[in-house]
């Protein structure tokens, strides 16, 4: 599989959120390019079933990731359409 790419997404969305983004910010964060061609990596790597156990334990983690910032992301959308 392929090697991790040099910013993983997990350290994306730490280094976003340490940044303090506003409501709008979140609401429109996306992954670099980089993250994303790592996550369809993962993806087709799990399809094909030939995923190392520590591709498998990052798959893991992004999926839990990817769960947690869409719910972030549909609060402060939430909120923010609340505020105006």
Do not use: C, Y
């Amino acid at each position: 599989m392929a090697s991790a790419a040099s910013v993983s997404p997990v350290d994306e969305v730490a280094e976003f959120f340490a940044q303090a983004p506003t409501r709008e910010q979140i609401v429109a964060f996306h992954f670099s390019v980089e993250a994303q061609e790592r996550v369809r990596a993962l993806l087709a790597g799990n399809a094909a079933g030939t995923l190392t156990p520590a591709e498998q334990r990052e798959l893991d983690q992004l999926v839990v990731l990817d769960d947690v910032v869409s719910l972030i992301r549909a609060r402060a959308q939430r909120d923010a359409s609340s505020a105006a």
